[in-house]
């Protein structure tokens, strides 16, 4: 298994962001919907409308680990849902299969949806489903620094291994070795 980058841009972001939502307002919302609470595709592709309808947070039994989490739900992140589920049956997934709406969307059809994405942008970072969750800490930590909050958020056993899974290790070692030079500066 390939290893995933988080999208380091800004701007990329809303790039793919404006594209997804011109394209499908599912996959709109699901990209948000990652990059805005750091969940794990696994945990996001369960839910139901009636999981986010009117709610400031929602509890997660996580998948991979079992545990229970609460979640915020980010003030953008609650506007772009609650657009989204005007109509929609509280029994409905929030990301249906186009097909039918008794069966969520696969995480290959999120893999997929991303990686269109990143084609259209001629995006050359390695794109997945883990990306979304990627981006969330990167740029938490970009904002705050807090890595021991994101260590907590993502239930990591270390620092060190959030900083590496968000990329950040090899931002700073990136950093670094373009900085060295052996020129003479006179």
Same mark, same amino acid.
Not at 82 to 108: M, N, W
Not at 142 to 150: G, H, L, N, S, V
Not at 170 to 173: F, H, I, R, S, V
């Given at each position: 298994?390939?290893?995933?980058?988080?999208?380091?841009?800004?701007?990329?972001?809303?790039?793919?962001?404006d594209?997804?939502?011109?394209?499908?307002? *599912? @996959?709109?919302?699901?990209?948000? =919907?990652? !990059?805005?609470?750091?969940?794990?595709?696994? +945990?996001?592709?369960? &839910?139901?409308? *009636? @999981?986010?309808?009117?709610?400031? =947070?929602? !509890?997660?039994?996580?998948?991979?680990?079992? +545990?229970?989490?609460? &979640?915020?739900?980010? @003030?953008?992140?609650?506007?772009i849902?609650?657009?989204?589920?005007?109509?929609?049956?509280?029994?409905?997934?929030?990301?249906?299969?186009?097909?039918?709406?008794?069966?969520?969307?696969?995480?290959?059809?999120?893999?997929q949806?991303?990686?269109?994405?990143?084609?259209?942008?001629?995006?050359?970072?390695?794109?997945?489903?883990?990306?979304?969750?990627?981006?969330?800490?990167?740029?938490?930590?970009?904002?705050?620094?807090?890595?021991?909050?994101?260590?907590?958020?993502?239930?990591?056993?270390?620092?060190?291994?959030?900083?590496?899974?968000?990329?950040?290790n090899?931002?700073?070692?990136d950093k670094?070795?373009?900085g060295?030079?052996?020129k003479?500066?006179?």
């Open positions: 298994m390939n290893t995933v980058e988080p999208i380091r841009d800004k701007d990329l972001i809303l790039d793919f962001s594209y997804l939502k011109e394209k499908s307002t *599912r @996959d709109y919302v699901l990209f948000n =919907f990652g !990059i805005y609470s750091g969940l794990r595709i696994s +945990d996001i592709l369960p &839910l139901k409308v *009636r @999981d986010v309808k009117n709610a400031d =947070f929602i !509890i997660v039994k996580e998948k991979k680990t079992g +545990d229970t989490k609460r &979640l915020v739900i980010n @003030d953008d992140l609650k506007d849902i609650k657009k989204y589920i005007i109509g929609k049956r509280d029994y409905e997934y929030l990301f249906p299969r186009a097909k039918g709406k008794s069966v969520p969307i696969t995480r290959q059809r999120v893999w949806i991303l990686n269109k994405a990143a084609n259209e942008f001629e995006y050359k970072e390695r794109i997945g489903c883990h990306t979304l969750r990627k981006t969330f800490g990167y740029w938490m930590y970009q904002d705050t620094r807090d890595i021991a909050t994101i260590q907590d958020i993502f239930e990591h056993s270390s620092a060190d291994v959030t900083k590496r899974y968000i990329g950040v090899q931002d700073t070692k670094y070795i373009k060295l030079s052996f003479s500066k006179r």
